[in-house]
Every structure is written in structure tokens, then in C-alpha cells.
């Protein structure tokens, strides 16, 4: 039996970032959206604020089997993200501890 290849950190994340534009969920009127890559070993959100002037804080709640959020305590069960305006960011979830870094567009 062959298994596919485990995805690298920065292919996870390039996969969430360009899933098309149809699996953008966004965070009512706003202009900020996040779109979400799931796979059996992970799943990777991907965060875009393009508000000029405004920040977005919104809170997830999760419940995992097996898996952990980067970044966070041992066994959380959420996470809240804070991004400024025209910044992106990713979160993941996954037995291999991918990390999170905010970055400019």
C-alpha cells in the first residue's frame, strides 16, 4: 500500500492561502474572510484582513480528537485571532506542530 507523500509546513499553508476564492467564508459585511484546508493529518486556516482602518478579533471553538492548535496550550480547544488591517495570517491544527506567523500582504 502506497501513502501520499506528508505535505511540508509552507505547501499546508499555500494550500489553505489559495483554495479558490468560493471557499472564502467572511466575517459578515467586512472585507476580512478566512478560507479553510482539512486533510486526514491537518487543517490550516488562512486569515486576510483587506478593512483599511479596521481590526478583526474573532474567537474559534473546536472540538479535537487528536490533534493540537499550534501555538496554543496543551489540549485547547480554541484560539482567537487578532489581525490588523491588510495583514494575513495562518493557524493550524496537526499531529506534526506546524507554527503560525502573522505576515504583511
Known amino acids: 500500500m502506497t501513502h501520499p507523500r506528508r505535505l511540508t509546513d509552507a505547501e499546508v499553508k499555500d494550500k489553505a492561502k489559495n483554495l479558490e476564492d468560493e471557499e472564502a467564508a467572511f466575517f459578515g459585511e467586512s472585507q476580512a474572510y478566512f478560507k479553510l484546508y482539512n486533510s486526514a493529518q491537518v487543517a490550516c486556516f488562512y486569515f486576510e484582513n483587506n478593512e483599511t482602518s479596521l481590526a478583526l478579533t474573532s474567537k474559534f471553538n473546536f472540538q479535537l480528537e487528536n490533534l493540537s492548535i ?22 493550524c491544527s496537526s499531529r506534526s506542530m506546524m507554527a503560525s506567523k502573522l505576515r504583511s500582504p
Request: a neutral charge.
Open 70 to 91: 499550534v501555538d496554543e496550550k496543551p489540549n485547547a480547544d480554541s484560539f482567537v485571532i487578532i489581525l490588523p488591517q491588510g495583514r494575513a495570517a495562518t493557524r
